[in-house]
């Protein structure tokens, strides 16, 4: 059985892989998840004031939140239409 | 002044309490008074990991309840003069644990020992934050194996937030990360995360590699923290975690496949 594993083993392909990639987008996805619970409220209603002015789209407004060492980022992206 | 060390992960099963043992094992070993905290309220553990578990007659809730001292509560280890063990309770829950009872009871050993060590119970519970609440130095105890890695990045987010050093603004939890059930032989074939990627994805200090070993159940079937099998690659690999976290340089072992003859290879062994 050992002689019949020696050659199997070449050919399976790992999932180590998979298991990689996985964690790293999970990973990146529960730091951000970390933000502050007054996020989801927040783009809400800048998205709102926006609408006052310019008509946009619901994702037209991002806000994140980046921790980096000590020192937190608040991150908001507005695209405006052309 | 005694440093205070917390075992923790987050994922249960990885091996928090085998490192305790072993860890607190290999400072008194080195002549350091050390004493081991089980942390586990509910569901103690590390009495028989440790093989004192007939000799429990109080216990750390009874310590921070007033109903004995902590001289009363610490076991003796038979085997090493400068090893102590405060056993968890297996009655109560972990509401009997309070901020200011644990903190009491680590200011009272603080004067008796050189380090002490806070084996975590799995989770993000109170017992769990409790344990890593005092903590000077965090080992990180992970598997190679997703979930695992998962919720060690998780606890790694919770030491940097909800600990003394962060609401009081000093320096931060020095963290550490162990990996452990390491299969050198399961990553050559792909199947298993390998040291790199771990470290990769948690960007921690390397503090040891634990190799998967017969040895950790052996030990654990006869109550003997398994850094005392001098024989067991396990052993040997906690005892370099020891001298890294005393600050000795040591390169890690048992991270390559060992070589097997043509023989070997063919037949198995």
Known sequence: MALLDYFRQRKTAGSAAIAKERLQILVAHDRRGDGPSYLPQLQHDILKVIRKYVAVDNDAVSVNVERDGGQEILELNIVLPD | ?269
């Open chain 2, 1 to 269: 002044m005694a440093r205070i060390i917390v075992v923790t992960s987050g994922k249960g099963g990885v091996g928090k309490t085998t490192t305790s043992a072993a860890f607190a094992m290999g400072l008194a070993e080195r002549g350091f008074k050390t004493v081991v905290i089980d942390f586990d309220v509910g569901l103690r553990n590390l009495d028989l990991i440790m093989g004192c578990e007939r000799r429990v007659v109080y216990d750390f809730v009874n310590v921070i309840q007033g109903e004995a001292n902590v001289g009363q509560a610490l076991i003796k280890d038979k085997r090493n003069p400068n090893l102590f063990i405060l056993p968890a309770s297996q009655t109560r829950d972990k509401d009997a644990l309070s901020i200011e009872g644990v903190g009491k009871v680590l200011e009272d050993l603080a004067r008796e020992f050189e380090f002490i060590v806070c084996d975590s119970p799995a989770g993000i519970e109170k017992g769990a934050t409790l344990a890593m609440y005092y903590a000077d130095d965090a080992i990180v105890v992970t598997n190679p194996e997703v979930s695992s890695v998962r919720d060690s990045d998780r606890m790694i987010g919770i030491l940097s937030s909800k600990s003394r050093r962060a609401e009081q603004n000093l320096e931060g939890i020095r963290e550490f990360l162990l990996v452990t059930r390491y299969s050198p032989e399961r990553v050559k074939r792909g199947e298993m995360l390998a040291l790199e990627d771990v470290q990769e994805i948690l960007s921690l200090e390397l503090i040891g590699v634990i190799p998967e070993s017969s040895s950790v159940l052996n030990a654990s079937n006869s109550g003997i923290p398994v850094i005392m099998d001098r024989e067991s690659s396990a052993g040997q690999a906690y005892s370099d975690m020891v001298s890294r976290y005393l600050g000795e340089d040591l390169p890690h072992r048992f991270l390559k496949v060992e070589k097997k003859g043509l023989l070997g290879r063919l037949f198995g062994g």
